[in-house]
């Protein structure tokens, strides 16, 4: 053998067993799964190479039989967006909604989400792009409901992110003094809407109609609310309120002593005799105090000096009627229960 012989075996790669085939046909996702079931890393592959089964096509088996990746659910990272939100993180929050959107591009409601977290933050020029988006999206179908005369249209998910986005900037509206704005804006929602979201947007721009020196527009925005079950109590507080702004003490007082009936508790959290802040809204139940305090934090700031003295004069001439009231006559089922425990006979 010649010195250029061995060179050229010395240079020439030495095949080894431990090295795998570069190119294995893909097996189809059963036949992967019954080979990997069936044969040891370190048992001979059984397609015959003679070589371990993890130097053959162990790899190539392995990934034939992994499941495909499945695209993120955008309802779960809506859904997890929205708990992040409600646990005060607006940017992990919006990270999240971000998401969703990437998944789904026509998920409006994410949109509401990620202009919500903005609210947030502080990001009131960012939130109001994002809200604004959804806005002009949800304008016709708005549009077309109203034509209709439609009232419950928080009812239909498709239409709850305009209602929210809505709302949203009116609130932001009225925080930033564009009353008018405010009252626009939230007009868009009590137009088509007179449930629970309905109601409260209505209160909220009848506050802004008072900042505006309107009370006998804010009084006549709030008279439907008031017929309405959802609106007992908090719309008649505002509709005394907008009547004594007016100048109509005698109405404002009729409807100051319906708010009262409905719950007593409105007084005492008004005049700041009981100061608590509630965060749980859920806790807020129809007559309850919790309600009367969370009336308080969003309604009260218009509550002047003047129609908190008008307020206090309406208390202490309830509780003057009280102390001077006669004992109820005993009614006909009291009167025999009195009967029955002394034991005598009820009158015929």
């Given amino acids: 053998m010649t010195a250029k012989d061995k060179e050229t075996k010395r240079a020439k790669p030495k095949s080894s067993q431990s090295e795998a085939p570069k190119e294995l046909k893909e097996p189809s996702p059963e036949e992967a799964r019954v080979r990997l079931a069936a044969t040891g890393r370190n048992d001979s592959c059984p397609c015959g190479s003679g070589k371990k089964y993890k130097k053959c096509h162990l790899p190539v088996d392995e990934r034939a039989a992994a499941p495909a990746p499945t695209a993120p659910d955008a309802q779960e990272l ?22 969703a959107l990437a998944v789904a591009p026509d998920l409006t409601d994410a949109r509401v989400g990620i202009g919500m977290s903005r609210l947030a933050a502080g990001n009131a020029d960012g939130a109001k792009e994002e809200l604004g988006t959804v806005l002009a999206a949800g304008e016709a179908k708005a549009a077309e409901l109203r ?46 809407d007179e449930g629970t979201v309905g109601i409260e947007a209505r209160l909220i721009a009848a506050k802004a109609l008072m900042k505006l020196e309107r009370g006998a527009d804010a009084a006549a925005l709030l008279e439907p609310a008031t017929k309405l079950e959802t609106g007992k109590g908090r ?6 309120l907008a009547r004594f702004s007016a100048g109509s003490e005698p109405e404002a007082e009729a409807s ?49 000096d003047a129609a908190k ?15 001077g009231a006669p004992p109820a006559e005993p009614t006909e089922d009291a009167t025999a229960a009195d009967a029955a425990a002394a034991d005598v006979p009820p009158p015929a």
Avoid: M
């Avoid at 997890?80 to 998401?99: D, I, T």
């Avoid at 932001?172 to 009590?190: C, F, I, S």
């Avoid at 719309?235 to 005394?240: E, I, S």
């Fill in 147 to 192: 034509a209709k005369g439609t009232k419950d249209a928080f009812s239909q998910p498709e239409v709850q992110p305009y209602i929210r986005a809505a709302h949203a900037l009116g609130c932001l509206a009225y925080d930033e003094e564009r009353y008018e704005d405010a009252a626009k804006d939230l007009g868009r929602v009590y137009d088509i």
């Fill in 78 to 99: 809506l859904q997890n967006a929205w708990r992040l939100f409600e646990q005060r993180r607006p940017g992990a929050a919006e990270k999240e909604f971000r998401a």
């Fill in 256 to 304: 100051l002593n319906v708010a009262l009936d409905a719950n007593p508790h409105y007084g005492k959290a008004l005049l700041g005799r009981v100061r608590r802040r509630v965060e749980n809204v859920a806790a807020a139940q129809p007559g309850s105090l919790e309600e009367a305090l969370l009336y308080t934090q969003t309604y009260g700031d218009v509550w002047t």
């Fill in 235 to 240: 719309a008649d507080l505002g509709l005394a």
């Fill in 309 to 323: 003295a008008f307020l206090e004069k309406v208390l202490d001439g309830r509780a003057e009627t009280k102390r």
